[in-house]
């Protein structure tokens, strides 16, 4: 008698050594397409990493008096709890250099995305080869402004989605303790995700309801961050909440979204970053078609029980919950709160991540689940090839800053002009914060930091002599406005990116010379102590 198709099918045994094979390749591909872009330049361009370097290098080195943090700085790790990514930096950087601990905390941080969007497909009952598909969330348009704690939360909360959904299907220690700890690192890594978190979390509860019968777990998990959070809000400075946020429904940002999704780049390269991210769209669309259609075909005729068919509806209502819920906060949110800018755009790129769940689960064939991970592989690899290239074309566009910067002192009183933004393919400017990569190599202090904002983690001081002076909003922006006799005193040395000779900006006072200058970069030092 000819076998059935059944007993020819493999084990389980050879189903577990195909996933994990599998397994290896996504976890080889989200190496290479997120660590190859950071680690073949110095300094990414990335707007605002060199002001994250500099949080890390300030925790790192706070008690070292050859950097001169501690008389400037002090630290509210609870009151504002940004810490996760410039804990980690400063970890790594006890044995690793600086720019490399840096970019080690930064993969980090963009790996929650797959890692994340894999624990959910799991708890959706479908394979977490599937984290694959975050990878395509790691080179958007938040992670080349810098929003990296951002991005890093989003993971962490796709992770804590896929916690609940099995501590209700599948209770269990783990999953309950997985879930706590998710969104406990979700509140230490982006605090205004954490509410989107604690909501989706009792969204699964209520959703999978009639499916599970179980919401205990999702209570039990939740007390932790919500006594933190707690414990937050009573020692928190002025919260956005307090500031108070004007919603206003706009339609017209429905044009917006791929730019604010997926437009890093300008030129030639931001058509060839368009073209590449429609080519990865595709290929989930192909993918997308022939799985269904795989399923329609071996579709089980049996009646099912009331509870998979409950589990089901749930599976596919959630995702399009939680992108409802974030397109929501799209069209709603301002541009602005308080100093937080570029508010509203990030949900679009949340509402993307969450939509991706929406894909049904690969078929159970080793080599149609195999041929599934390399069509999505090939398409997110390109993306990374593409970003390594461009990055890779700033490490020859800042060689000049490289050789100047290696002039400056250790611990400067360092003001820095950047007037010309030209160099990069990137569509913002990556040179605007570049300077503070000297702050978290070498220690001093800087014209303008992000601390002066007093929502981070790391605040100046308001009794000490070594912080520099206030300056006016977008300081950084306008460096036109610089006046040596009304903003140089307290400073030492002026490093100016500039295609002109800047020159012309110290001839007031004798004691400060050029010492060097390399292409679009001059450094000036004054001959004699500056003035607190």
């Known amino acids: 008698m000819a076998r059935s198709w059944q007993t020819v099918r493999p084990g389980p045994r050879s189903r577990s050594r195909a996933e994990l094979l599998l397994g290896a390749v996504v976890v080889a591909v989200a190496i290479y397409v997120i660590g190859y872009p950071l680690f073949v330049v110095r300094y990414p361009p990335i707007t605002d990493l060199p002001f994250h370097a500099s949080g890390m290098s300030i925790l790192r080195h706070y008690w070292d008096p050859a950097f001169g943090f501690r008389e ?6 609870l009151e504002v709890p940004y810490v996760s990514m410039y804990a980690l930096g400063a970890v790594f950087a006890l044995v690793l250099p600086m720019h490399v601990a840096v970019k080690a905390a930064a993969f980090v941080m963009l790996a929650l995305l797959p890692a994340g969007l894999a624990v959910m497909f799991h708890g959706m009952r479908k394979t977490p080869l599937w984290g694959v598909l975050g990878l395509a969330g790691v080179w958007t348009n938040l992670t080349h402004w810098g929003f990296l704690n ?15 959904l099995l501590a209700v299907d599948r209770p269990s220690r783990g999953h309950t303790i997985g879930l706590g700890l998710s969104l406990l690192a979700v509140f230490f890594t982006h605090i205004y995700r954490f509410p989107f978190a604690m909501l989706s979390v009792v969204g699964v509860g209520v959703l999978f309801y009639p499916a599970t019968r179980r919401i205990g777990p999702l209570l039990l998990a939740l007390v932790p961050s919500a006594l933190v959070f707690g414990a937050w809000r009573a020692i928190a400075p002025k919260s956005i909440a307090e500031q108070g946020i004007q919603l206003t429904l706009d339609t017209n940002r429905w044009h917006e979204v791929r730019e604010h999704v997926v437009a890093g780049f300008a030129g030639a390269a931001g058509v060839e970053e368009q073209r590449l991210f429609d080519g990865f769209l595709g290929a989930v669309l ?3 078609l022939c799985t269904l259609f795989w399923r329609a075909l071996l579709q089980d005729k049996r009646v099912p029980h009331p509870r998979p068919i409950a589990f089901a509806f749930g599976k596919l209502m959630l995702p399009l919950c939680l992108c409802a819920g974030y397109a929501f906060a799209y069209f709603v949110m301002p541009m602005r709160i308080g100093i937080w800018w570029y508010v509203y755009p990030r949900e679009a790129t949340s509402a993307l991540l969450v939509l991706l769940a929406l894909m049904p689960d690969m078929p159970k064939i080793w080599y149609l689940r195999a041929a599934t991970v390399v069509v999505v592989s090939v398409a997110v690899g390109r993306l990374g090839f593409f970003v390594a290239e461009q990055y890779f074309a700033f490490e020859k566009a800042t060689l000049d800053f490289r050789e100047v910067a290696k002039a400056v002192p250790q611990k400067p009183r360092l003001m820095y002009l950047v ?14 914060h570049l300077p503070a990569w000297i702050q978290a190599e070498k220690g001093g202090a800087l014209s303008f930091h992000f601390s002066g904002w007093n929502q981070s983690p790391i605040r100046y001081r308001t009794d000490s002599a070594a912080v520099p002076p206030e300056v006016p909003d977008r300081w950084e922006w306008t460096p036109h406005r610089f006046r040596l006799d009304q903003h140089g005193a307290f400073f030492d040395t002026f490093l100016v990116r500039s295609t002109a000779d800047p020159g012309y900006l110290f001839r007031a006072d004798p004691n400060i010379q050029q010492t060097a200058h390399d292409g679009t970069w001059w450094l000036y030092q004054r001959s004699a102590p500056a003035q607190p």
């Open 286 to 288: 192909v993918v997308l």
């Open 419 to 432: 007037f010309d933004h030209s160099g990069s393919s990137r569509r913002v400017t990556p040179f605007i």
């Open 72 to 77: 400037q700085f002090s630290l509210h790790l």
């Open 150 to 164: 951002f991005m890093g939360a989003l993971g962490l909360y796709a992770m804590a989605v896929g916690f609940a």
